[in-house]
């Protein structure tokens, strides 16, 4: 049977936290969250008055897939990941509502700044090279086309905007100050070394990580910088299919491009709350658990019938 479309998670069990633009967050205790993704989705910063079925499971398994892999990978890597399974004080229904779309994470000091890796250039930072040269104020050598790869992945800090506001594209100096020079060197060599070792395994399977948005936290006892939040998922970073990729023009997104193209053809790029077709919705949610497969090996039905 289809799981049911989540846009919302009402527990009762647990105080909520937090609502983002996918997530709401519910305290387990006082070291403990419960991260959980809904079905919800956005496009040009605005959420659908819909979901898409299936978003919040294979976002969950998704980056569930590459802290396992990325845990392995990168030497000494810490992540927020405790468990995919519920908290045992949820209901049985809760339990069942929640399911596939869970996980217990360590809840810690989040570092005010998005930690933006770019190995291709394009959007924000395609703009500012065009004018000036330069990407998040970095001098970038001449002749980059739209989508070309920077002869080494960047570092692309910006400022982490409440809801419904733009985040600002900053330089490393600036993120420094935010985050306090004790922990800005560190970050930075943990975010290029994670996507570095993140888009090589994208790229074996298809996939081009063109840029990614990544957290971190504090861990206050040890002061230890941990990789939080999601990971490499579409939703936090570029996904371009790696056959269909050809310098010097815009490419397709992986997952967002039917919903996009709609919204234009209908001239509701920006309208709140619009509903999407459901053949838009179904062809979005196709192409989510493509990215999933590729990359995990697995169909989303068999990883949430191994939790
Ligand atoms: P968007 O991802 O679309 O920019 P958002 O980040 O505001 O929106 P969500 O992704 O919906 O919101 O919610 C996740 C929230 O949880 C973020 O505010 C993130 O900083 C926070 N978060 C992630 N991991 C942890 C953690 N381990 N401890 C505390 N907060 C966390
Ligand atoms: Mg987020």
């Known amino acids: 049977m ?3 479309v989540v846009t919302s998670i009402e527990l009762t069990s647990l105080p909520k936290v937090a609502s983002g633009k996918v997530r709401d967050l519910y305290e387990v205790d006082d070291k403990t969250l419960l991260f959980l ?7 040009y910063d605005v959420i659908m008055g819909n979901g898409v079925p299936s978003k919040g499971a294979v976002l969950t398994q998704m980056s569930a ?5 990325l845990s392995e990978r990168v030497p000494g890597l810490k992540t927020h990941l405790l468990t995919l399974a519920p908290p045992t004080s949820l209901s049985p229904a809760e339990k069942d509502l929640v399911r596939g779309r869970s996980m217990q994470v360590r809840k810690l000091k989040v570092f005010p700044i998005e ?21 998040h104020g970095l001098p970038q050598p001449t002749g980059l086309q739209q989508c070309s790869p920077f002869p080494k992945a960047i570092y692309t800090p910006s400022t982490k905007a409440p809801l419904g506001q733009h985040d600002e594209n900053i330089t490393p100096a600036q993120a420094a100050k935010i985050v306090g020079e004790r922990y800005a060197d560190r970050i930075e060599a943990l975010a290029l070394q994670v996507y570095n070792t993140g888009a090589a395994y994208a790229r ?27 990971v490499l998922t579409p939703d936090s970073s570029r996904f371009w299919p790696a056959d269909e990729y050809e310098v010097g023009r815009d490419q397709n997104s992986f997952d967002k491009q039917f919903l996009r193209n709609w919204l234009i053809q209908e ?22 658990k493509d990215a999933f497969q590729r990359l995990s090996g697995k169909t989303l039905e068999e990883a949430l019938a191994a939790l």
């Not at 897939?65 to 892999?69: E, G, I, L, N, S």
């Open 204 to 230: 074996e399977r298809g996939i081009i990580i063109a840029d990614t948005k990544f957290e971190f936290g504090l861990d206050q006892e040890t002061d230890q910088i941990v990789l939080i939040d999601e």
């Open 37 to 43: 993704t809904t079905d919800r989705i956005s496009a």
């Open 267 to 288: 001239g509701l790029k920006y309208k709140e709350g619009v509903a999407m077709p459901a053949d838009i919705a179904e062809a979005t949610a196709a192409r989510y």
């Open 65 to 69: 897939h590459w802290f396992r892999v």
């Open 2 to 4: 289809a799981s049911p």
């Open 115 to 135: 930690v933006i890796v770019r190995g291709y250039i394009t959007g924000s930072a395609w703009n500012e090279y065009k004018k000036s040269g330069t990407v």
